[in-house]
């Protein structure tokens, strides 16, 4: 098994898996194996509660638990201490820091930038913090802004996750650039899981994914398969050969799974599967 092949295999079995914080999240997460590394996502229309309530049935199933932060949904620093106090409870000293959907923030945090800060000065970081990364251009934000911004969050941060995006050379060439401006974080890049497709391409539009989406339809001609789930086989695929360049590479995957974990568990499986069977 070749170097690249070896990683892949590696890669796929420490997958991070992430799921939206509705009814039902932690009876879907059963099809997890105990110690899978799980994130919770923060939604504006709950609150950061379900985050911690969801995260709290998966980590007693056995699961490494990240809760998103959204710091547009916290009001103040007392507020923040209590949902660190339980992210602590959770038992993996980690969790994930993003500027969050509420058009207004609840508070003194309009971004991540300033929640990350705010835990440093009440010392209160957790044993590790993850950020966000934007291979492809932001819906909302100049390119300019995202580069600064990364930059700024990378000196209180552990590690970064890709948003989606569906253009395996847009990536590489992304993770080139973030290492050329110095930022040398661990990354794990952010697949969309096997998930059905009308529910990616609503998702996917919610968050401003055109470029990207662009792609997809002209290279997978996506529109004419919308009863076939999409995989992301193809993206995996472009990426493999990027697998072994020299540290600090690609760190891992992180999987979109919009909750349709039986679908995402199972094409990690057959990925693996087929691995197994490629010739020495």
Excluded at 55 to 73: D, F, K, M, T, Y
Excluded at 159 to 181: H, K, N, T
Excluded at 193 to 215: C, H, N, P, Q
Aim: aromatic fraction near 6%; include cysteine; charged fraction near 25%.
């Amino acid at each position: 098994m070749d170097t690249s092949t070896q990683r892949l295999q590696e890669m796929l079995c420490r997958s991070r898996f992430e799921v939206l914080p509705v009814r039902g999240a932690a009876e879907r997460a059963a099809v997890l194996p105990a110690g899978s590394a799980v994130t919770v996502t923060a939604s504006a229309a709950k609150g950061p509660d379900a985050t911690m309530d969801v995260a709290a049935r998966l980590a007693e199933s056995g699961l490494h638990v990240v809760p998103h932060l959204a710091a547009r949904s916290i009001p103040d620093r007392a507020r923040l201490a209590e949902l660190l106090d339980r992210a602590a409870a959770l038992g993996s000293d980690e969790v994930f820091v993003v500027a969050g959907d509420s058009p207004v923030p609840a508070g003194e945090f309009p971004d991540a930038l300033a929640l990350l800060r705010t835990m440093e000065e009440l010392g209160r970081r957790p044993g590790k913090v993850g950020i966000t990364g934007y291979p492809e251009r932001h819906a909302f934000l100049s390119d300019a802004a995202t580069i600064r911004a990364m930059a700024d969050k990378a000196r209180y941060a552990d590690y970064v996750v890709s948003q989606i995006c569906y253009d395996p050379r847009r990536i590489a060439d992304w993770l080139g650039e973030v290492r050329a401006r110095g930022v040398l974080l661990p990354v794990h890049i952010g697949l969309p899981g096997a998930v059905d497709v009308t529910k990616l391409l609503r998702m996917s539009m919610k968050i401003g994914l055109g470029e990207s989406l662009r792609f997809l339809r002209k290279q997978h001609g996506l529109v004419t398969r919308l009863l076939a789930p999409y995989t992301p086989d193809a993206l995996v695929d472009g990426l493999w050969p990027h697998l072994d360049e020299p540290a600090p590479g690609i760190a891992g995957w992180h999987l979109f799974t919009f909750n349709e974990l039986d679908r995402t568990v199972q094409w990690r499986d057959d990925a693996l599967a087929r691995i197994q069977e490629v010739p020495a």
